[in-house]
């Protein structure tokens, strides 16, 4: 596929180099599935609240995917059953310097850890002025992410403060649901408006509808609408450019040749979800681009020099 030079595969955005911070991990398998015994330690540079915060926003439960190249954070909810999906990813190498990881074995060298973004989030908060630190991997009452964060001081002596942080361990058996999800076959791809705009906008049509049109065409024109039996309401915009994705983005060998450039494809999707995805967003893209196939989803994405976040709607009739 010959897609955009910051997106580094059919899906996933590229992530730039993030300077600083460095990572060591040390793991160990004595037993794989629903009883994994494993130890690890992250020490790392304290830029990642901002993305769980905004991770906590979309979901109160997700998973956190560790391999040897990558961590993700995934949501994966049946989009063909009306429930939503995120999938964002961080490069280890742009996050530390040193990276080490053990998983099961060398076929499946990963780990999966179901944990409650929102307790990680406010455990990172609190030490964001910290000199140091280490999150790691341990069995307490349960498995934990435990954060030690060594906090600057005056004096000689370190000042030390713990987090403890539940997970779940998912078995290996379940893993395939978490992987990458695949391209949707969009008829349109977009640049957003800027994001705090879209937000305000949105706002405002939450107060007289439950759910929102999305629009847009290849002549970079987007709209959002609302429709109810009192009152009509659409927001314009213009001239927001479109992504130049190869010819074979799609599945059909391209979204743009199958259609006129001023024809408009468009979702009709829960408006609570889309503000869901706005007022958390703390990433401050540097791109931030959506995918509309007709009728059937609207695919989200945004771009940033140590991060992409994509998420996932469905259309409803």
């Known amino acids: 596929m010959n897609i955009p030079s910051t997106v580094r595969n059919p899906v996933t ?3 730039e180099r993030m300077a600083g911070g460095c990572v060591n991990v040390a793991k160990n398998h004595r037993s794989c599935d629903s009883s994994l015994l494993w130890r690890c330690i992250f020490v790392f540079v304290m830029t990642s609240p901002g993305v769980v915060t905004t991770i906590s926003k979309l979901s109160k439960m997700c998973v956190l995917r560790l391999t040897p190249d990558n961590l993700f954070f ?3 909810g049946k989009v063909a059953n009306g429930g939503v999906s995120m999938w964002c990813e961080l490069s280890q190498a742009n996050f530390f310097d040193e990276y080490q990881m053990e998983g099961v ?6 780990i999966c850890l179901e944990v409650t973004p929102e307790n990680l989030s406010r455990a990172l908060k609190t030490v964001q002025n910290a000199k140091t630190v280490k999150v790691k991997l341990t069995r307490k009452h349960c498995p934990c992410l435990t954060i030690a964060a060594e906090l600057p ?6 000042r030390v403060v713990t987090h403890d942080v539940p997970v779940d361990v998912i078995p290996r058996r379940l893993w395939h649901e978490f992987k990458e999800p695949s391209m949707p076959d969009f008829d349109v791809s977009i640049y957003l408006p800027p994001l705090k705009t ?3 906008v949105v706002d405002r049509m939450k107060n007289l509808s439950n759910f929102l049109v999305m629009e847009a065409n290849w002549s970079g024109e987007m709209n959002l609408k609302i429709e109810t039996d009192l009152v009509a309401v659409t927001t314009h915009f213009k001239d927001l450019g479109n992504p130049q994705w190869g010819d074979d983005a799609s599945q059909d060998g391209g979204g743009r040749r199958s259609r006129e450039a001023e024809a408009m494809a468009q979702a009709r999707v829960d408006i609570r979800r889309l503000q869901q995805f706005l007022i958390g967003q703390q990433v401050n893209p540097s791109k931030a681009m959506c995918n509309i196939v007709h009728q059937g989803l609207v695919h989200l994405i945004l771009l940033h020099e140590d991060v992409s976040l994509q998420y996932f709607i469905p259309a409803v009739a």
């Open 198 to 200: 879209m937000k305000n």
């Open 74 to 76: 995934v949501l994966s």
């Open 153 to 158: 001081t005056l004096s000689s002596t370190s």
């Open 105 to 110: 074995s060398s076929e499946a060298n990963e």
């Open 13 to 15: 955005a590229a992530v």
